[in-house]
């Protein structure tokens, strides 16, 4: 992997365009991620050298940042309380039976927070969480027959372990 030391705001802000988009290429969408890159640091910049506070509704203003990002950046940049649903979440939730496929972000993220503890830390080690059991055991095609969830879950001695959902 190649480090381009695009690290802070002021490089980003400084750094040339096609440097910027040479840095996310791997991630696709290239162009649109270095533009939301660029808008992202320049919100950003006042607020890290503490001149301004970022709430949620700022960062869902910036072309490019969806609900996903915005409660990414404020639970593990900033320690904001925003429990972050994301693809692992949704998908485990649905096997287990506790929400539909379909079921919306807001309304995920409110079950969370209504439930659970209002705390960072315990947000962040529970979305950890989730990813880590959905990488090694819910994956796409899941190992239901060594997961630890396999009593509570829907999905399970369904027939269709292997069906992506
Ligand atoms: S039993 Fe299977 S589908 Fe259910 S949570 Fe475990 S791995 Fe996922």
Redesign the pocket.
């Known amino acids: 992997m190649v480090s381009r030391g695009l690290t802070t705001t002021e490089r980003v802000l400084n750094a040339a365009q096609d440097e910027l988009e040479k840095a996310v290429a791997p991630s696709g969408f290239f162009r649109r991620k270095a533009s939301t890159l660029r808008s992202l640091s320049t919100l950003l910049q006042p607020v890290f050298a503490g001149q301004k506070r970022v709430s949620r509704s700022l960062l869902l203003e910036v072309s490019g940042v969806g609900p996903e990002t915005a409660d990414s950046i404020l639970l593990y940049a900033f320690g904001d309380p925003e429990f972050v649903i994301d693809a692992y979440t949704s998908r485990?939730l649905s096997?287990?039976g506790i929400t539909g496929p379909d079921a919306r972000y807001d309304d995920l993220k409110s079950r969370f927070e209504n439930e659970l503890v209002c705390d960072t830390n315990l947000y962040r080690e529970y979305h950890a969480l989730i990813v880590q059991h959905c990488k090694r055991?819910?994956l796409a095609k899941?190992?239901?027959d060594s997961?630890n969830?396999?009593r509570r879950?829907c999905?399970?001695g369904t027939g269709m372990?292997g069906s992506p959902r």
């Open positions: 485990l096997r287990l055991t819910c899941p190992k239901c997961c969830l396999a879950c999905f399970f372990a």
